[in-house]
């Protein structure tokens, strides 16, 4: 078992950057792939990016790409998602997830935040 608590979010304007960490209890971060999704109002859970427990590979949305940065501070046990030139379309709550599984399926992630709201207004 993990829990993991995002904390950061915000709102702000287009072209800002934002920053969400999750932090993890229970067990090391570094026994997970990580993931971060979002979800927009009336829209379905979306990946944004990865990070593997591994060698810390990562993997990112097109969307996304080139703007967000995902990292990991064992040491600290948390992962971040560095959001850089935010669209009003990266507008969503943001939750991170835990899985045994390199993918980038938010069903194969059991473990998960409880999400935090980021607005990107225009």
């Known amino acids: 078992q993990v829990q993991l608590v995002e904390s950061g979010g915000g709102l702000v304007q287009a072209g800002d950057s934002l920053s969400v960490a999750c932090a993890a209890s229970?067990?090391?971060?570094?026994?997970?792939?990580m993931g971060w999704f979002r979800q927009a109002p009336g829209k379905e859970r979306q990946f944004v990016a990865r990070?593997?427990?591994?060698?810390?590979?990562?993997d990112y949305a097109d969307s996304v790409k080139g703007r967000f940065t995902i990292s990991r501070d064992n040491n600290k046990n948390t992962v971040y998602l560095q959001m850089n030139s935010l669209k009003p379309e990266d507008t969503a709550v943001y939750f991170c997830?835990?899985?045994?599984?390199?993918?980038?399926?938010?069903?194969?992630?059991?473990?998960w935040g409880q999400g935090a709201q980021v607005t990107v207004s225009s």
């Open positions: 990070i593997s427990w591994s060698d810390s590979s990562t």
């Open positions: 229970g067990r090391p971060v570094s026994s997970f792939h």
């Open positions: 997830a835990a899985s045994g599984y390199w993918s980038r399926d938010p069903y194969e992630y059991p473990y």
